[in-house]
């Protein structure tokens, strides 16, 4: 009955427990089987604390009875004993062949020893993995220890944080004279863009005054208007060539930051500086960076 399967469980890890189990307000029977209640849904209580356990479907009946015929073929005295020897087992895991002379020793034929072993297996008691060809031959002998286990080995082991260290120390080495070498070659490129646009202002001022002159003093506006056509032209044709070379806008910013990139690659070979493995290096520890930052969160929700 229902207390024969699972009242020796509960009695075992906690001796002298009130247990009792209650289906629809009425108190059941020791000898009702657990499966005849799961379709209604049951309450069991244990030294007074009231514990719910919700309907299942009828599917789920016949697939939870495996384990409710485990767990009664377990209550035979000669098949606990097995149990009971394999809970005090300290090892985490005994070979199949093991398992069998263990049986042997209490007359339990090798057919019923491996009955023994599913009913184990279904109830949690041990892991046996039968289906499996490189597992068929070993028993985990405590499930719990094994999990924990499995997870802790899924877990980022210390090494590679201590590498991704390693390697982060490699590449600020590396760049920290690329970076000196960059931060020349940035300065003096931005130097000279700033001249070039000084140069270029200075130009048209010196371009207004000359074509002032022109108009007022030398000669007429007559004369001078269709220049003025001419250089207003000239200078739109210019930035027509100048979009169609680069792919930017003639504005002063993108023509300042042209004249900076040009003068910066005009510098690095000539300081025989790679740009390519330069930024390789950052895009590299900035990854290895923000792989650890994820590394450490992992580990603070853990």
Not at 5 to 32: L, P
Not at 36 to 62: C, M, Q
């Amino acid at each position: 009955g229902i207390n024969a399967e699972y009242g020796g469980f509960i009695h075992e890890e906690d001796f002298g427990a009130d247990v009792s189990i209650w289906c629809r307000n009425h108190k059941v029977s020791g000898s009702t089987e657990l499966r005849d209640i799961l379709r209604d849904g049951f309450e069991i209580r244990i030294r007074g604390t009231l514990y719910k356990v919700p309907a299942i479907s009828t599917e789920g009946t016949l697939a939870f009875r495996g384990i409710i015929d485990a767990n009664a073929l377990l209550q035979k005295e000669k098949y606990n004993k097995i149990r009971l020897v394999l809970k005090d087992d300290v090892r985490n895991s005994l070979s199949l062949s093991e398992y069998f002379k263990i049986c042997e020793k209490h007359n339990i034929s090798q057919g019923e020893a491996r009955q023994v072993l599913k009913a184990l297996h279904h109830a949690g008691l041990v892991l046996h993995f039968e289906q499996n060809k490189l597992l068929s031959e070993t028993i985990f002998l405590h499930p719990r220890e094994i999990t924990q286990q499995v997870l802790h080995s899924l877990e980022v082991p210390p090494t590679i944080v201590a590498d991704i260290d390693a390697r982060i120390s490699e590449i600020r080495l590396e760049l920290q004279p690329l970076s000196e070498i960059k931060s020349r070659i940035d300065l003096a490129a931005t130097k000279h863009a700033n001249r070039s646009l000084i140069f270029g202002f200075v130009a048209l001022c010196a371009q207004f005054a000359f074509l002032a002159r022109l108009v007022w003093w030398e000669l007429n506006w007559d004369i001078m208007e269709p220049v003025a056509y001419f250089i207003g032209l000239a200078t739109t044709m210019g930035g027509f060539v100048f979009f169609s070379f680069t792919g930017r806008d003639y504005g002063f910013k993108d023509l300042w930051e042209h004249v900076r990139e040009k003068r910066q690659k005009k510098l690095a070979a000539k300081e025989h500086f790679d740009a390519n493995n330069y930024f390789g290096l950052v895009k590299e520890m900035e990854e290895l960076l923000e792989k650890k930052d994820k590394i450490h969160l992992k580990a603070k929700m853990t």
